[in-house]
């Protein structure tokens, strides 16, 4: 981004944006996409599927970690802190609070049962982010990617193979088809 930077729209997005999220990193990643690349345009499509891998693959919390990595895309160090008050303030707040009153809220059904339709629509959404950030790789028409994507899935789910050894394996062997596909260029 050139020009004078978003500092205040970028911190009320991400504060609007957290608080009116619920169920973590993979809910909100597909608020964002629509916020930062739909509606102001700050990021390209393949930038912010690229931001979110980075995110997703980092420690640290995916909504934390995204907010750092798109408020510094968008306006340097600054946008990163601004980004990532504005996706903690609410939760903070919001935990705070309910910790104290979490006597009352934990015998409360109508908690509960408001707990239980959140869950629901958490299950939702996840399914949704998943089908989004898949149509990139399927919209690319090679079968490296999805391979990759199908193996990394069978062997979480049903193999019980550690996320960190499939993250790993995953990022070798896209740094070796980047490597490769670089060398196939650069003959041509």
Same mark, same amino acid.
């Given at each position: 981004m050139s020009g004078k930077k978003p500092y205040g729209q970028l911190f009320f997005s991400m504060l609007r944006l957290s608080a009116c999220t619920f169920g973590g990193g993979f809910v909100i990643i597909p608020l964002m996409r629509k916020r930062f690349v739909q509606e102001l345009g700050w990021l390209e499509e393949q930038e912010m599927l690229d931001l979110t891998a980075?995110?997703?693959?980092?420690?640290?919390?995916?909504?934390? #970690?995204?907010?750092?990595?798109?408020?510094?895309?968008?306006?340097?160090?600054?946008?990163?802190?601004?980004?990532?008050?504005?996706?903690?303030?609410?939760?903070?707040?919001?935990?705070?609070?309910?910790?104290?009153?979490?006597?009352?809220?934990?015998? #409360?059904?109508?908690? #509960?049962?408001?707990?239980?339709?959140l869950l629901a629509g958490v299950a939702a959404v996840i399914l949704d982010v998943v089908a989004t950030l898949a149509q990139g790789i399927f919209r690319q028409k090679r079968l490296l990617p999805v391979v990759v994507l199908l193996a990394a899935f069978i062997a979480v789910r049903f193999f019980s193979v550690n996320i960190v050894l499939v993250i790993l394996l995953c990022g070798a062997v896209g740094a070796a088809d980047t490597l490769w596909r670089g060398r196939k260029e650069a003959e041509k």
């Open positions: 980075i995110a997703q693959s980092s420690p640290g919390a995916v909504a934390v #970690n995204a907010a750092i990595l798109v408020g510094y895309r968008v306006a340097g160090p600054a946008g990163a802190a601004l980004a990532i008050l504005g996706s903690v303030l609410p939760p903070l707040v919001i935990i705070s609070v309910i910790s104290l009153f979490y006597r009352a809220f934990r015998s #409360n059904s109508i908690v #509960n049962f408001a707990m239980m339709g």
